[in-house]
C-alpha cells in the first residue's frame, strides 16, 4: 500500500502563488497514474491535473495556464505548482496514485 503526505498548503491572497508537493512511502516509477485532486465545500472531489509515467499531463480547464504538474520518480516526489491562484482555487487538495491510494489533504486558501 502506497502512502502519501501533502504539504505546501496555506493562505495566499489572489493573483499569488503556492508549490503542493507529496511524498511517497514507494518508489513511483512504476506508477502510471499520479494526480492532484480538490475538493472544496459542498463540492464533490475533482480532478486538478494528473501526470502518467510517460511524463503525459491532463489537467482541468479551469486550471490550464496557471498549474503545473510534475513528478520526481528519484526523489519519490510529485508537485503541483500553482500561479496566478483565485479565490476559487480554495479547496482541500489530495495527491492520489493510480486511483486507489490518497492522501490526507492539504488546504489551500484564497483570499480575494
Known amino acids: 500500500q502506497v502512502q502519501l503526505v501533502e504539504s505546501g498548503g496555506g493562505l495566499v491572497q489572489a493573483g499569488g502563488s503556492l508549490r503542493l508537493s507529496c511524498a511517497a512511502s514507494?518508489?513511483?516509477?512504476?506508477?502510471?497514474?499520479l494526480g492532484w485532486y480538490r475538493q472544496a465545500p459542498g463540492k464533490l472531489r475533482a480532478l486538478v491535473a494528473q501526470?502518467?509515467?510517460?511524463?503525459?499531463?491532463i489537467y482541468a480547464d479551469s486550471v490550464k495556464g496557471r498549474f503545473t504538474i510534475s513528478r520526481d520518480n528519484a526523489k519519490n516526489t510529485i508537485s503541483l505548482q500553482m500561479n496566478n491562484l483565485k479565490p476559487e482555487d480554495t479547496a482541500v487538495y489530495y495527491c492520489?496514485?493510480?486511483?486507489?491510494?490518497w492522501g490526507q489533504g492539504t488546504q489551500v486558501t484564497v483570499s480575494s
Open positions: 514507494e518508489r513511483i516509477a512504476n506508477i502510471n497514474a
Open positions: 501526470i502518467t509515467s510517460g511524463g503525459g499531463t
Open positions: 492520489n496514485a493510480q486511483y486507489l491510494y
